[in-house]
């Protein structure tokens, strides 16, 4: 990652930390990323209204996240994958389609922590390696950092 710029707030519910944020990402190979995340707002997507997985959260079956590329975008947490209509056909003036990937439902909570389990047991390696989740810490850092200084921030990188 190239550079991070962060702006963050907590003016809605004045607690000594943030709880709303919006970064932008620039990546060395020119992609741009932007982030924007917050606990005060009210809405119906959020990871767990769109999975059911907990039953604390009312179910809404909307994504949180979208991830949009230059041949087709992926719809989070619902999986959604949106693609020209007939392939190669790929631009604004071109029907597009959507369709659905459907995975077994499973406890997340519990995978996770059967997962953990397995790690400790030394029988299968890490879903997520270390690096990647150090270089997310660096980058969750960078966005405060820019928040606070005002200026874009290179992350530091691991690995």
């Known amino acids: 990652m190239r550079s991070i710029t962060g702006i963050t707030s907590n003016s809605r519910r004045g607690f000594a930390v943030e ?6 990402f620039a ?3 020119g992609c ?10 009210f809405s119906p997507w959020t990871i767990e209204q769109g999975t059911s997985e907990n039953p604390s959260f009312a179910f809404t079956g909307q ?3 979208r ?3 230059t041949s087709g ?9 949106w693609a020209a209509a007939k392939p190669g056909e790929i631009g604004w003036d071109r029907p597009i389609t959507s ?6 439902w499973h406890d997340p909570y519990v995978a996770q922590l059967e997962h953990f389990q397995r790690l400790v047991r030394l029988d299968e390696p890490a879903v997520v390696p270390v690096l990647d989740g150090a270089n997310t810490l660096a980058a969750t850092l960078a966005v405060a950092q820019s928040a606070q200084s005002g200026q874009r921030c290179a992350p530091r990188r691991f690995g």
């Open 19 to 24: 709880d709303s944020a919006a970064a932008t």
């Open 27 to 29: 990546f060395e190979n």
């Open 32 to 41: 741009l990323g932007t982030l924007i995340c917050t606990d005060a707002g």
């Open 63 to 65: 994504s949180a996240y």
């Open 67 to 69: 991830v949009i590329g």
């Open 73 to 81: 975008s992926l719809e989070v947490p619902v999986l959604r994958r």
């Open 99 to 104: 369709a659905d990937i459907t995975v077994p």
